[in-house]
């Protein structure tokens, strides 16, 4: 596999946007030694089988998108600049994997794959492609020249307006209003639970003909219970949550289900209370969350 890969140092300088829409639980990595900085060793990393991705035609990728993937860059930026992984990889997972295709200068295809490696704080901080002759150059058309006989003045510099700024909104749906207690399924929901969503529905087809969409479907749970049980319950409900929404006529291309189990609470409670006192407590942890983005 070392034969095969080369890191890229810097991206802009070559060149160079969960997990299926079904939102499973996906891979968090395959590649080995992941440190919280967001870096591996050469030797640990290790790419998938191209017959495991959802997506395996792969993409033609827009060459300016790649060129803006660099240290730093977030989750939120690569999948709007490169789309979701073609890999059943989480939101939460520390890499991403994608499939992309690159005509060559004879008209053939030439397949690479590309991987990014995230950071503790989930921003990609390495890059790396396979195999190693990977991204191929540009291959340039053949482009007919004439001599410009008459000098013609310059056009005068037209005023561009900036494009309008994303809308961003995390909506917060009560876990315990939507489901009853530890369920996750469309016919454990409360009559509560279908009111909230069907207005939610109407809103999110508003922001769907303000632009394009990207919304982002999370489950948690809070820290009652095993870790496995917990992450595969919060990952239920956000894909119930999620099959509602596009029942209620949200697109379905432009929303992901994923889970975060126990892992990001938002209220802390004392391990001595008793038990359902604990439990009350800890509710606000039992929760569904949508993080959406409209480009207008």
Not at 5 to 13: E, P
Not at 122 to 150: L, M
Not at 286 to 295: A, E, F, M, Q
Request: aromatic share 8%.
């Amino acid at each position: 596999m070392k034969n095969h890969i080369s890191k890229v140092a810097s991206i802009s300088a070559l060149g160079l946007a969960v997990l299926g829409m079904s939102g499973c639980l996906g891979t968090t990595h395959l590649s080995d030694g992941i440190t919280d900085q967001g870096q591996v060793q050469v030797q640990d990393i290790v790419f998938p089988d191209l017959d495991k991705a959802w997506q395996d035609q792969g993409q033609f990728p827009n060459r300016e998108n790649l060129s803006k993937m660099r240290p730093g860059v977030g989750k939120d930026d690569v999948y709007q600049l490169l789309g979701r992984p073609h890999f059943s990889e989480g939101q939460y997972a520390r890499e991403w994997d994608y499939i992309m295709k690159f005509y060559m200068p004879d008209n053939s295809v030439k397949i690479c794959q590309y991987k990014i490696i995230f950071d503790k704080q989930f921003k990609g901080q390495e890059f790396y492609w396979s195999p190693a002759d990977c991204p191929p150059p540009v291959a340039e058309p053949q482009v007919v020249t004439q001599t410009i006989i008459q000098q013609m003045p310059a056009p005068a510099p037209v005023a561009v307006p900036a494009p309008p700024a994303p809308i961003k909104e995390r909506i917060n749906l009560g876990a315990d209003a939507l489901f009853r207690f530890d369920k996750s399924d469309t016919q454990d929901m409360l009559d509560q639970g279908r009111r909230e969503l069907d207005e939610l529905a109407s809103k999110l087809r508003q922001y769907q003909d303000m632009g394009d969409s990207r919304i982002i479907v999370t489950g948690h749970t809070d820290r009652k219970g095993d870790d496995g049980y917990n992450m595969n319950l919060s990952i239920k409900r956000a894909q119930t949550v999620r099959s509602y929404l596009i029942n209620q006529g949200v697109n379905a291309n432009t929303i992901i289900a994923t889970g975060a189990g126990e892992t990001q609470p938002v209220q802390q409670c004392s391990t001595t209370l008793p038990r359902q006192q604990e439990i009350d407590c800890l509710q606000p942890n039992r929760r569904v969350t949508l993080d959406v983005t409209v480009i207008q």
